[in-house]
């Protein structure tokens, strides 16, 4: 959908003759199966168009859902060519021929069906803001998109979120009952079905009359930024979107805050989305400066940042090895010498957070700010 047929051509013949980004896919690391390398995906291809092989074949589908669709290939590729949206593509095609793996078809149905791919029982957002004694205002300009994990893998997130809202005494509203942004959906190479889910949220958020529109998710920041109007789901004119870590950089330039200085150091994991699809750097550094005595940045950080673990729907297709490598990241962390781990993605967040030691402080940003609000 999003690859021309002429661009979908050139990235195949170049990603079956070129080993060059091989090193920046995670699960070809994990897994040294040529297979799982970005050329052997684009000789998989290849053989599937020619022929000679066959989109039936099981292994087929395991290998293009066994990717983290991470953007990170693409940076060391010398012809820029999409990789990740020629997996994409691929997982669409088996979409079409009814050949999505059982676990991605499980969660595209309870996108449909209760709203979020997880399937752990999320808290209604009345609830969450019951307990934290704030009010859903109509009205108010100020839209706030939490997300599908901050919903339920991740609710400190949540909270801490309410927490700073109610401090500053700023109104807001949300959508009551929220539900996903379509993010999954398309990851899986369900377009209809994320269509048809971006155009009803997109329809929601126009029914509120908001001016601001502000995600806590970096997953559903990048789908409102770069492809909401792909599906056809337009926001209304004058919105403006911002990713949380934009808005608390906003807010302390705006506010006399009071914040805590934590005495310790700090670190920054780039979520994907941030890091690659739409470029937003600097706020979340901003942010985590004005907050720590000390910042060190990672080995690989911005452009260059190894994804957590939860791209690509690797979680619900092949946990165990979204789960290495979450390892992996956590511990490229541990080499900083920091004694802090900030993201500004409740997905990232909950995804390192599982692969730290128990003593090890993993914090979103937003967590963290409401820490130091609080005093």
Not at 62 to 69: D, G, Q, V
Not at 226 to 241: E, I, N, Q
Not at 242 to 249: A, M
Request: charged share 25%.
């Amino acid at each position: 959908m999003f690859l021309t047929e002429e661009e979908r051509k050139l990235t195949i013949l170049g990603c079956r003759f070129c080993p060059m980004c091989y090193h920046a896919d995670a699960v070809a690391a994990i897994t040294c199966k040529e297979s799982n390398s970005p050329r052997g995906r684009g000789l998989l291809l290849h053989g599937l168009d020619q022929g000679v092989l066959k989109w039936e074949d099981p292994e087929v589908s395991e290998i293009f859902y066994r990717s983290f669709t991470d953007g990170l290939p693409q940076e060391w590729c010398a012809g820029h060519y999409d990789h990740d949206e020629l997996v994409i593509d691929a997982r669409h095609r088996l979409y079409e021929k009814g050949l999505m793996p059982d676990a991605a078809r499980q969660a595209a149905a309870r996108v449909g069906s209760i709203g979020t791919p997880y399937q752990d029982p999320e808290k209604a957002i009345r609830e969450f803001l019951k307990e934290e004694g704030v009010n859903n205002y109509e009205g108010s300009e100020l839209l706030i998109f939490l997300g599908c994990t901050a919903r339920s893998q991740k609710v400190k997130s949540s909270r801490s979120l309410f927490r700073i809202l109610k401090r500053i005494k700023v109104p807001f509203q949300v959508l009551d009952p929220e539900e996903c942004c379509g993010m999954i959906l398309y990851k899986f190479g369900d377009f209809r079905g994320a269509s048809a889910q971006a155009q009803k949220i997109a329809k929601r958020i126009a029914a509120t009359q908001a001016k601001r529109l502000v995600a806590l998710d970096a997953n559903c920041y990048r789908m409102f930024m770069t492809r909401y109007r792909k599906f056809g789901a337009y926001l209304p004119d004058g919105l403006h979107v911002l990713h949380i870590s934009e808005w608390l950089n906003d807010l302390l330039g705006k506010k006399n805050l009071a914040l805590r200085t934590h005495l310790r150091r700090a670190t920054y994991h780039d979520p994907c989305s941030l890091a690659r699809f739409t470029r937003l750097h600097e706020p979340p550094r901003n942010v985590i400066r004005s907050l720590f005595a000390e910042f060190e940045e990672m080995e690989w950080n911005r452009e260059k940042a190894h994804c957590c673990g939860g791209g690509g729907g690797m979680p619900i297709t092949n946990p165990e090895i979204a789960q290495e490598t979450a390892r992996r990241r956590y511990e490229q962390i541990k080499k900083t010498g920091a004694d802090v781990l900030v993201t500004s993605c409740p997905l990232c967040a909950s995804m390192l957070k599982n692969a730290a030691d128990p003593q090890d402080h993993i914090q979103d940003l937003i967590e963290v700010f409401a820490d130091a609000l609080e005093g």
